[in-house]
């Protein structure tokens, strides 16, 4: 089965939660917002029916691979390298997704979703360690520096997604540079000159728990793949 390419509201409507698909959008004018709440997906909400022991299980799974972004063959493929791993499977399944680069970049806010973060490293935009890298799964460790290109520094969208992220907070094991992070998050007008500067974040130690961008019922999926 090739990746989902439909309307991500789609998503969050089927999983009865709000997974974070579609960048600012979801922080201004998320429809799961309304005060109508999360109707399933279809033109008038189809009634849903009574979810099985399995079912919670499964929508937990694909829950994470939604957020995530990845096919079945790829997710099972972090499970397997989790379970082989020291400590719980899954925290360490949930912890090797958020060291993903494509999560980091967005997470330093140099992208307002995982799929734009994805395109970015992709297309060669990203640097670690000032090394150009341009596969999306690649795994960061601590000390490494991220960056973005001096071609898209000055990047409206861009840089209104580093000063939403900074003014949200950004994540106490990751560290966006202050040259950037003070500028542009007090700056009232945007884009912001930063031709001097140098566009980038650092891994400062491992992501805790409580910080994962995963908000899912780890134990379910172990579960699942268990059976």
Same mark, same amino acid.
């Given at each position: 089965?090739g990746?989902y390419?439909g309307p @991500?509201c789609?998503l969050?409507?089927?999983?009865g939660?709000?997974?974070f698909l579609k960048g600012? /959008?979801? #922080?201004?004018k998320? *429809?799961?917002d309304k *005060?109508?709440?999360i109707?399933p997906p279809?033109?008038?909400g189809?009634?849903r029916?009574? &979810?099985?022991?399995?079912g919670?299980r499964?929508?937990?799974k ?9 096919l079945?063959?790829q997710?099972?493929?972090y $499970? ?11 925290? +360490?399944?949930?912890?090797? =997704?958020?060291?993903?680069l494509?999560n980091v970049?967005?997470?330093l806010?140099f992208? *307002?979703s995982m %799929? =734009?973060? /994805?395109?970015?490293v992709s ?5 670690v360690n000032?090394?150009?890298?341009n @596969?999306p799964s690649f795994?960061?460790k601590v000390?490494d520096?991220?960056s ?7 990047n409206?969208r !861009?840089q209104? %997604?580093?000063? +939403?992220q900074?003014r949200r907070?950004i994540? &106490?094991?990751?560290?966006l540079d202050? %040259?950037?992070a003070g500028p542009?998050?007090r700056a ?9 500067t140098k566009v ?7 992501p805790p /728990?409580?910080e $994962?961008? #995963?908000?899912?019922?780890?134990? #379910?999926i172990?579960? !699942?793949? %268990?059976?």
């Amino acid at each position: 089965m090739g990746r989902y390419i439909g309307p @991500v509201c789609k998503l969050c409507r089927r999983e009865g939660d709000k997974l974070f698909l579609k960048g600012e /959008r979801c #922080y201004n004018k998320c *429809p799961v917002d309304k *005060p109508t709440g999360i109707l399933p997906p279809g033109q008038h909400g189809k009634k849903r029916m009574k &979810t099985t022991e399995y079912g919670k299980r499964l929508r937990e799974k694909q829950k994470t691979k939604r957020i995530a972004g990845l096919l079945e063959r790829q997710f099972y493929g972090y $499970f397997d390298k989790a379970r082989h791993l020291p400590g719980q499977t899954g925290e +360490n399944l949930l912890r090797l =997704l958020e060291i993903r680069l494509d999560n980091v970049v967005r997470r330093l806010g140099f992208a *307002p979703s995982m %799929s =734009l973060a /994805r395109q970015l490293v992709s297309h060669g935009h990203i640097l670690v360690n000032g090394k150009r890298v341009n @596969v999306p799964s690649f795994l960061v460790k601590v000390g490494d520096t991220i960056s973005l290109s001096d071609k898209l520094k000055g990047n409206l969208r !861009l840089q209104r %997604s580093i000063a +939403n992220q900074v003014r949200r907070s950004i994540p &106490t094991w990751l560290e966006l540079d202050e %040259s950037v992070a003070g500028p542009l998050g007090r700056a009232k007008d945007l884009p912001v000159d930063l031709k001097e500067t140098k566009v980038q974040g650092r891994i400062r130690l491992e992501p805790p /728990r409580d910080e $994962f961008s #995963y908000k899912v019922n780890d134990q #379910y999926i172990v579960e !699942l793949y %268990s059976k």
